[in-house]
């Protein structure tokens, strides 16, 4: 008789923006006449931009020719495209990273929930708390986060780190030691950020005490101030203690196209072995490659036209952040993210929990936003408005919430 892996029945409900679909599905099947406006998941709403849509079309029509036909891609992802990242994401900021140290994959979601396969499962894991549910769903199902209590919402082997308003939602170096670290930065969901010298504090620790960080860098492409590190290997020594992953997504709106990359430095090692021959050994046995149509259109991100065109695309969101950010402090919200970062991150009116002011925001404003709580305890009385929506949506939305 086969057996399962009971692991999956630890967890606890489905994963959180499934959650939430079902639920405005519901409402929506019981409300037909009501508009309903989505700023839940991060999921873009401008059409790709048009440097990239002439690659993709230039990609096809090769595919349709015996002479430029393209079967697997290479395991590691084309060399066109690995250069076009080393260059402008890390050589252009002084940072040291070869072509053959990234990984292209259809999407930073799949790396950020596979990579800890490489990884024993005694090694022991800290979080952020709230955190992107990805990384901690995944190693529950890998076995490596031990029980789960109801009560506090937390599992008896992660160590959490706690970021709130007194930290301004920054984590503290964890008393007790860990294996692996997740850091996203700037963060998914309170939209804070951390400085260069912050980040390096990280980098130093995670090299003193044996750690390695694994630093989802997907929101890179919103920060706006200076001191903000837009990659890790930004800091001293990162090159022996972190693996990025980088997407497609929310720079060049790839949430439907797919792509994404993961960088492992070969100077990252327990003892002998070096972490990249790892994830090189999976990736060769369990992918073939994101579509070579895709790493062309994600070549054209780093064009002179891409750049510009995306910059302007960038800035369309972030005029949504800030629309939402200031309708709700005029509302008399408490809110913060919002200026390095899609995301907004505001404190529940009086007692209500995250879940409840999901549920008063959908009746009342018919706005879908994603109650903190879904994030780990630490989100509780919190609530995650995106600024991924359209102008036209993000302003009706806050005209909406401001009349509640
Ligand atoms: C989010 O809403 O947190 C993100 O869109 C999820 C993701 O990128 O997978």
Same mark, same amino acid.
């Given at each position: 008789m086969f057996k399962i892996n009971e692991n999956y029945l630890k967890l606890p409900g489905s994963y959180l923006f499934s959650t939430i679909a079902k639920k405005v599905n519901e409402f929506q099947a019981a409300n037909p006449d009501k508009s309903v406006i989505r700023l839940g998941i991060g999921d873009v709403t401008q059409p790709l931009a048009p440097a990239i849509i002439d690659a993709l079309h230039g990609a096809v029509d090769e595919m349709g020719k015996a002479e430029t036909f393209h079967g697997y891609a290479p395991d590691l992802g084309y060399e066109f495209l690995r250069t076009a990242i080393a260059k402008n994401d890390y050589a252009d900021r002084g940072c040291d990273i070869a072509a053959d140290e990234i990984f292209v994959s259809d999407g930073a979601k799949c790396d950020s929930g596979n990579?800890?396969?490489?990884?024993?499962?005694d090694n022991k894991i800290a979080v952020c708390d709230?955190? #992107?549910p990805v990384y901690v769903d995944t190693n529950v199902m890998a076995g490596r986060t031990g029980t789960y209590d109801p009560k506090t919402e937390?599992?008896?082997?992660v160590i959490y780190m706690p970021c709130t308003a007194e930290n301004n939602f920054a984590p503290e170096l964890p008393k007790e030691t860990p294996d692996m670290i997740y850091l996203c930065f700037p963060n998914n969901p309170t939209g804070a950020t951390i400085t260069k010298d912050q980040l390096q504090v990280w980098v130093d620790y995670a090299n003193k005490v044996g750690a390695v960080i694994i630093y989802? *860098? *997907? #929101?890179? *492409? #919103?920060?706006?101030?200076?001191?903000?590190?837009?990659?890790?290997?930004?800091?001293?020594? *990162?090159?022996t203690c972190a693996i990025e992953l980088k997407s497609f997504s929310k720079n060049a709106g790839f949430t439907g196209t797919r792509l994404g990359y993961t960088v492992i430095p =070969?100077?990252? =090692?327990c003892g002998d072995v070096m972490l990249h021959s790892l994830w090189a050994r999976r990736h060769g046995t369990k992918y073939n490659g994101a579509p070579y149509i895709q790493q062309r259109a994600g070549e054209a991100v780093y064009s002179p036209e891409g750049k510009e065109q995306l910059a302007k695309q960038v800035a369309y969101y972030m005029n949504n952040a800030k629309v939402i950010k200031e309708g709700l402090q005029e509302a008399g919200y408490t809110v913060s993210g919002?200026?390095?970062?899609p995301y907004i991150w505001l404190k529940t009116p009086g007692s209500m929990t995250s879940w409840e002011f999901f549920d008063y925001l959908l009746a009342n404003a018919n706005v879908v936003g994603t109650p903190g709580s879904g994030f780990g305890p630490s989100g509780e009385g919190y609530f995650r408005l995106t600024a991924f929506g359209t102008y036209e949506n993000t302003v009706a939305a806050l005209e909406r919430i401001r009349k509640m």
């Open positions: 990579i800890q396969e490489i990884f024993s499962v709230p955190v #992107y937390m599992w008896s082997d989802d *860098a *997907a #929101y890179e *492409a #919103y920060i706006s101030e200076p001191d903000v590190p837009h990659t890790i290997f930004e800091c001293e020594g *990162a090159r =070969k100077d990252l =090692k919002g200026v390095n970062a």
